[in-house]
C-alpha cells in the first residue's frame, strides 16, 4: 500500500513562488502532480518517470513549474513560479507502478489528500 502526503500550500502573491512536496511511502513510482480548481475536473500538471528519466509538464505550466524526485528521500518536488490566479486550486500527488511517464487521471492508481494554492491578484 503506498501513502502519500503533500505539504507545502498556501497563499501567495501573483508572480510569487512555492514549492510543493510529496512524501511517498510503499516504494518507488511514476508520480505526478494534479490540481483541481473549484468547478472544474481534475487537469495534469506536471509528471516524473521512475528513476526520473522521463518528464511532462501541462502547457499551461511549461517554463513556470518544475517537477523532481529524491529517491532518496522518497520525495517529489514541485517548484511553482511566476504564478498567477488561475494556479489557484487544491494541488494532489499521485503515483502509479510504472516505468513510463503517466499524464491522466485514471492511470494512477494512489492519491495524496491534496493541499490548497492560492494566488492572489
Known amino acids: 500500500q503506498v501513502q502519500l502526503v503533500e505539504s507545502g500550500g498556501g497563499l501567495v502573491?501573483?508572480?510569487g513562488s512555492l514549492r510543493?512536496?510529496?512524501a511517498a511511502s510503499g516504494g518507488t513510482y511514476t508520480m505526478g502532480?494534479?490540481?483541481q480548481a473549484?468547478?472544474?475536473e481534475r487537469e495534469f500538471v506536471?509528471?516524473?518517470s521512475w528513476m526520473g528519466g522521463n518528464i511532462r509538464y501541462a502547457d499551461s505550466v511549461k517554463g513556470r513549474f518544475t517537477i523532481s524526485r529524491d529517491d532518496d528521500k522518497n520525495t517529489v518536488y514541485l517548484q511553482m513560479n511566476s504564478l498567477k490566479p488561475e494556479d489557484t486550486a487544491v494541488y494532489y500527488c499521485a503515483a502509479?507502478?510504472?516505468l513510463?511517464?503517466?499524464t491522466g487521471v485514471s492511470e494512477?492508481?494512489?492519491w495524496g489528500q491534496g493541499t490548497q494554492v492560492t494566488v492572489s491578484s
Do not use: N
Open 13 to 15: 502573491q501573483s508572480g
Open 20 to 22: 510543493l512536496s510529496c
Open 33 to 35: 502532480w494534479f490540481r
Open 38 to 40: 473549484p468547478g472544474k
Open 46 to 48: 506536471a509528471c516524473v
Open 96 to 98: 502509479v507502478r510504472r
Open 100 to 102: 513510463i511517464y503517466a
Open 108 to 110: 494512477y492508481d494512489y
